[in-house]
Structures are given as C-alpha cells and as structure tokens.
C-alpha cells in the first residue's frame, strides 16, 4: 500500500491540523459499511483490515493495511461510500480527515492534490492487480503470494494468521485454505503452529506463486 499521504501530513501543516486522532483496539470496528463517505483515514500506527460482507455471510478481504496507508478516498468523489467496513487487527491508531477539508486542502495546495492522485491510482492498480491474480491464478499461487506478502516484514519468516483469515483475503473457503496448507507443509514449504505459520523454504513459495 502507498505511504505518498503520510509524507504529505509532514509537509502541511494544514493537513496535521486538520485531523482527528482516533484509537482501536485488535478487533475493534473502525467504520461501517458506508460511513467511508465522510472522511479519508490514514493508518498511523497498527494494522487495519478492509473487508465486505458477502450475500452469504461471508467476510472478503479487500487489503490489509498497514502504518501510512489510507483508505477512505471515494469519499472524495461524491455519493455514498461503498460497502465496505474497516476492523483493527492489532491495537492501531487512525488519523482522519473530513472529505471536505481535504477537498479545500487540495484546491490550494497543488502538491497536496498531486500527492493524493497518485496515492489514489496506487490504489486502484493495486486492486486491478488483486482482480488478475483472482481470475488468471490457482488458489495454491495465490496463498503462496499471500503468504510471501505478510512474511516479508516479519522476524523469522513468522506469520500469525489464522486459517479462516487467510481465507478471507483470498475470497475462498477455510475448508480449501487448510488443504492447501497441508500440502505445503508436506513439501516443506511452510510449518505451523497455533495461530502461526513460519515460511522456511522462500524460493520454493516463490516458484509456486509463480515469481521466479
């Protein structure tokens, strides 16, 4: 995720003065689905996760974020918010920003505005990017993408994650995830613990997500 809005916070001082400072603790809502619509938020601290809820019930993932990513910028194009709903992973702290004070701070600040398009397109090519490993790669490639993406910052390769998380951002089923997991361990790719997987073989996750 892009951290283009956080240096830009440094920058002007209209930015820092104008945000509301919020604190979450791990499993607390930050917002509903739909109360995206007033405001862009900035991850300060912690990690947040962007999900919706499906017809059946089911919780998909949109993206993990992690400190200077924002989310919350369709509110700067009009017309409500879509459905999505924020949760903090771990306890985080959230900067946010009314949509209308961003939309002055950018109509007299140019960096300001360029700054925010490119964070925004980062944005969309990113779930454009999201959409393609969807339709074009196996679940096997993509939980091992998943899991090369949540490791590469963790000490020892460590991920603590559970089976119906990793579910959730790859938009499949537990059931599909633990098999595959299985699999992976069988072939020395990964072993897990309670609530933790550790990568050990890298270039062999690597092969199987199709990078190298």
């Known amino acids: 995720m892009t951290r283009i809005f956080d240096r830009l916070v440094e920058q002007n001082k209209q930015v820092g003065e104008?945000?509301?400072?919020?604190?979450?603790?791990?499993?607390?809502?930050?917002?509903?689905?739909?109360?995206?619509?007033?405001?862009?938020?900035?991850?300060?601290?912690?990690?947040?996760?962007?999900?919706?809820?499906?017809?059946?019930?089911?919780r998909f993932v949109?993206?993990?974020?992690?400190?200077?990513?924002?989310?919350?910028?369709?509110?700067?194009?009009?017309?409500?918010?879509?459905?999505?709903?924020?949760?903090?992973?771990?306890?985080?702290?959230?900067?946010?920003?009314?949509?209308?004070?961003?939309?002055?701070?950018?109509?007299?600040?140019?960096?300001?505005?360029?700054g925010l398009m490119q964070a925004m397109g980062q944005r969309v090519l990113e779930a454009e990017n999201q959409l393609e490993r969807m339709a074009y790669s196996t679940v096997s490639a993509r939980l091992a993408a998943l899991l090369l993406e949540l490791g590469q910052d963790s000490p020892g390769h460590v991920i603590h994650v559970t089976h119906q998380e990793l579910a959730d951002m790859l938009g499949t089923w537990r059931e599909t995830v633990s098999k595959t997991l299985q699999e992976f361990r069988r072939r020395g790719l990964i072993a897990s613990g309670r609530r933790q997987l550790t990568l050990l073989d890298i270039e062999g996750l690597q092969f199987e997500a199709g990078e190298v």
């Not at 924002?70 to 709903?85: D, R």
């Open 18 to 58: 104008s945000l509301i400072v919020r604190s979450f603790d791990a499993g607390e809502t930050v917002c509903e689905a739909g109360e995206m619509a007033r405001s862009l938020f900035l991850v300060a601290s912690g990690r947040v996760q962007l999900y919706r809820t499906t017809r059946d019930g089911r």
């Open 62 to 114: 949109i993206a993990t974020l992690g400190p200077g990513s924002m989310f919350g910028e369709e509110s700067l194009l009009g017309g409500q918010g879509p459905n999505t709903s924020a949760v903090a992973l771990e306890p985080c702290t959230i900067w946010e920003m009314p949509s209308q004070r961003v939309m002055e701070i950018s109509s007299t600040d140019a960096l300001f505005g360029f």
